[in-house]
């Protein structure tokens, strides 16, 4: 009898060794790993946009069009100069003017930083360091942007630091949750955009903020021509955040890149269609993620062009929703062609309808 159970437990050991190892060939091999949907689906989902103060030509006009939809836009962005005192770039107020009073308004702050000779360091790690070296720096820093917000009259904020890794990202934690805690005193909603590489996994984000993860860029320079997401980036990355923050935001980005001797320069839509149209190129939408490819050569140069369009866009966030997404953003208006606008009105008021 007892050799007869020795031999139930090696024959169940043996099994179970084989499951992990074969986990552990699938996960070196990249292989997809089935992720079930969330259970709560949220019924209706929030629609916001980015206006860069850079380029908002067609702007108002894309407002316009996504406007009975549209519950925020984002006003980007303020940044610093070397003294890490706000810079405020032009157009600034004027993006003010084009913003609903209906529509929610933020005022977006990156850790880009303006130098003397008019170049910009951009994601700039040394200054987040700065605000965040100590609990009294970081409240500081808190000081700091309320007096800009009350300068110029916002009650919504969105903090958007990127290249926060390794220890920083506590301390960021750290700076999230002490200006969180002054935004719900001051009644300001606060947003957090965080890119797709943040360590969830490993720091504790305080409850309260509307986390706006970017689902962009899976393909740019230093990687092979592609989409800036697909199918497979959206579920894996939505199941990381979820896991770890709940119910999230998605941003995706419109228009796409333009690739060449293994670099990428980034176009919209309307340029990207410009230039196929110009090289008389045919475009062909991917059966695989629904984004948008075309070929072309200038004086003998191979180029491959990947871009989005509202068919593109409305895919993605009908994935992004079913794992845990309850609200998307677009980066960004200008540029768009007014058609791929309407596909994504079309997609928020068709889920009302359902």
């Known amino acids: ?20 190892v074969k986990t ?3 996960i070196k091999e990249n292989k997809s790993i089935k992720i079930e949907p969330v259970e709560v689906v949220v019924e209706s989902s929030t629609l916001s ?6 380029d908002i030509d067609k702007a108002e006009e894309e407002i316009e069009v996504l406007s009975s939809e549209m519950d925020s836009i984002i006003n980007f962005a303020v940044y610093f100069d070397e003294i890490y005192e706000f810079y405020i770039p032009s157009n600034f107020q004027k ?8 529509t929610t308004k933020y005022l977006s702050i990156v850790n880009d930083v303006v130098v003397s000779d008019g170049k ?22 808190v000081d700091q942007i309320f007096k800009l917000l009350l300068k110029y009259d916002y009650n919504a904020l969105e903090i958007d ?4 890794y390794g220890e920083l990202s506590k301390n960021f934690a750290k700076f999230i949750e002490i200006l969180n805690d002054r935004c719900i005193e001051n009644d300001i909603l606060l947003r957090v955009v965080l890119e797709p590489k943040f360590p969830y996994d490993d720091v504790d984000l305080p409850e309260g903020p509307e986390y706006v993860i970017m689902f962009y860029n899976l393909h740019f320079n230093g990687s092979d021509p592609g989409p800036k997401a697909d199918d497979n980036f959206i579920i894996e990355l939505s199941s990381k955040v979820y896991r770890n923050l709940g119910y999230f935001n998605s941003a995706f980005s419109v228009g796409g890149f333009d690739w060449s001797n293994g670099q990428c320069v980034a176009v919209t839509e309307e340029k ?9 190129a045919e475009i062909i939408r991917d059966e695989t993620n629904l984004a948008l490819t075309f070929l072309y050569q200038v004086e003998g140069v191979k180029h491959e062009v990947w871009f989005a369009d509202g068919v593109t866009l409305s895919h993605w ?15 960004r208006l200008s540029g768009n062609e007014i058609t791929s606008l309407t596909n994504i009105l079309e997609f928020y008021q068709n889920k009302k309808a359902e």
Not at 95 to 102: K, Q
């Open 1 to 20: 009898m007892k050799k007869i159970f020795r031999l139930l437990i090696f024959v169940m050991m043996v099994f179970i060794v084989g499951i992990m």
């Open 24 to 26: 552990l060939f699938d």
């Open 49 to 54: 946009a980015w206006i860069a103060y850079w």
């Open 95 to 102: 993006i003010e003017t084009m913003i609903n009073s209906d």
């Open 120 to 141: 910009n360091i951009m994601k700039d790690k040394e200054i987040l360091k700065s605000f965040f070296e100590s609990d009294s720096s970081i409240e500081k820093h």
């Open 161 to 164: 630091y990127e290249n926060v």
């Open 272 to 280: 990207a269609r410009n230039i196929a149209k110009e090289f008389n």
């Open 317 to 331: 966030m009908e994935i992004a929703e079913q794992y845990g997404s309850k609200g998307h953003t677009l980066w």
